[in-house]
């Protein structure tokens, strides 16, 4: 168990209204990442965490914005909520932070699935 | 162009017997590691098995094991002795060396398996 929470697990949101998914980690871990799933399409990082206050824009970010304003929280906003982002969003840790820690895999949170009508 | 690809949507396996699901990557990156997922139907990502491009073996754990082609960007997951529980999604994916990005996996699009009894 890595310790990640993730709220909310479910949310259904009008098209338009802000929202805000929350993953907590209780272990101090660097690198955190914000995926979101979608059928055919696998996991595709949206942003990610490599330290307080620092981040960075993955694959998929149009639309969204991050923030790690302490070591155990990462916010993933969305600023006006479409129906396209209606998705399962994953946060993940990666343990470790040495050259060795290459191979450590990420861990993933349970995942918070967002429907946006 | 899809950096990861499964191309076997779905598959059935009898229960006891032996599977492969496919994978290929594309990188020009020396140094890159690869990396298997099982997301049963309850929806965690669970991690199975790591590779490394420098592993002169291809990995194994358990009943999980890697046929790591690397001339080919192959890294096929082998799943020996199939049991029912084994019926998830299945997802391949492909660490790179991005400054700051610690481990930022990109996933291919999955394979379901299903396992007849």
């Known amino acids: 168990d890595a310790g990640i929470t993730q709220s909310p697990r479910h949310k259904v949101t009008e098209t338009g209204t802000p929202v805000t998914l929350r993953c907590h980690q209780t272990e101090n871990h660097r690198y955190m990442y914000w995926y979101r799933q979608d059928p055919g399409h696998g996991l595709r990082l949206i942003h990610y965490?490599?330290?307080?206050?620092?981040?960075d824009k993955g694959e998929v970010s149009d639309g969204y914005s991050v923030s790690r304003s302490k070591t155990e929280d990462f916010l993933l906003t969305l600023e006006s909520a479409t129906s396209s982002q209606t998705s399962v969003y994953f946060c993940?840790?990666?343990?470790?932070?040495?050259?060795?820690?290459?191979?450590?895999?990420?861990?993933f949170g349970n995942g918070t699935r967002l429907t946006v009508t | 162009a899809q950096k990861i690809t499964q191309t076997q949507p779905g598959m059935f396996v009898q229960e006891k017997e032996a599977v492969t699901l496919d994978c290929t990557y594309d990188t020009s990156d020396p140094s890159y590691g690869l990396f298997w997922y099982k997301q049963p139907s309850s929806g965690e990502m669970i991690f199975l098995i790591y590779?490394?491009?420098?592993?002169?073996q291809n990995a194994t754990e358990g009943r999980y094991s890697l046929n790591f082609q690397k001339a080919r960007k192959s890294a096929n997951l082998v799943i020996s002795a199939s049991q029912l529980g084994d019926s998830a999604m299945y997802f391949c994916?492909?660490?790179?060396?991005?400054?700051?990005?610690?481990?930022?996996?990109?996933f291919g699009g999955g394979t379901r398996l299903m396992v007849k009894p």
């Open positions: 993940a840790i990666k343990a470790g932070t040495g050259p060795g820690s290459n191979n450590s895999p990420l861990h």
């Open positions: 965490s490599y330290g307080v206050k620092d981040t």
């Open positions: 994916a492909m660490r790179e060396a991005v400054n700051n990005a610690g481990n930022m996996l990109t």
């Open positions: 590779q490394g491009s420098y592993d002169q």
